[in-house]
């Protein structure tokens, strides 16, 4: 659980060198998924850094954050197209994406109007936004769950272990914490377990 500024550090670093191990492997698509799970650590650990400036505080939350959200779901598609080749592209799915990254972004800036605050629980809450889950909030995250899973659907098979490694990951955090208000800052452990596995998985087959 990322709840200070140097287990969210550490969590960064440890997922870029996995990243970087992956992508020796040539396992790309797995090294972008790693690197898309650590860059949420750093915006945490940035935010845990400014927590009590509220003006550097405030300009993270609203603009940084919704930017590396967007950066992910991209970096995701584009890591799919580099696994499949440029043929696999869709055209009503980057029209989809395109569109959700525009919302989000507009959606985020106009109704980020605080700065992030720690819950009762230590965890970082973006926006300190109220704990009520509304149809707005689930409706995102239920994007975003696609927009995440839609490429690891279509660079793996159903046979191999790194799509149940990331998949099992992915749903058991976004099952357990989705009616959380700091469910952004859930997914330290998912990260950590995730490229632990996922290492031993590839370093380990023959």
């Known amino acids: 659980m990322c709840y ?3 287990s969210s550090i550490y969590t960064f670093i440890f997922s870029v ?19 898309v799970l650590g860059l949420m650590q750093l ?6 850094y400014n927590l009590k400036n509220n003006k550097t505080n405030i300009q993270i939350s609203k603009y940084i954050i919704p930017t590396i959200l967007c950066l992910q779901v991209v970096i995701l598609y584009v890591a799919y197209i580099r ?11 980057e029209i989809c994406l395109g569109t959700y990254v525009i919302l989000q972004l507009y959606y985020w800036i106009k ?3 605080k700065p992030t605050k720690k819950d009762s629980t230590s965890f970082l809450v973006w926006c300190d936004k109220p704990s009520k889950l509304n149809v707005t909030t689930f409706y995102q995250r239920a994007l975003y769950l696609f927009f995440v899973l839609y490429p690891l659907y279509k660079v793996y098979n159903n046979n191999n272990p790194i799509k149940w490694i990331i998949l099992t990951g992915v749903v058991m955090t976004y099952i357990l914490n989705y009616k959380n208000k700091s469910f ?3 997914w330290c452990h998912t990260s950590n377990l ?7 998985y590839v370093y380990a087959r023959k």
């Open 194 to 200: 995730i490229s632990f596995f996922l290492l031993f």
């Open 111 to 113: 109704n980020c109007k």
């Open 43 to 48: 915006s945490d650990a940035i935010i845990w």
């Open 4 to 6: 200070s500024f140097e």
């Open 184 to 186: 952004g800052a859930r």
């Open 83 to 93: 696994v499949c080749s440029a043929t696999h592209r869709s055209l009503v799915y």
């Open 17 to 35: 060198v996995s990243s970087l191990l992956l992508y020796k492997k040539n396992e790309i698509f797995a090294a972008a998924f790693v690197f």
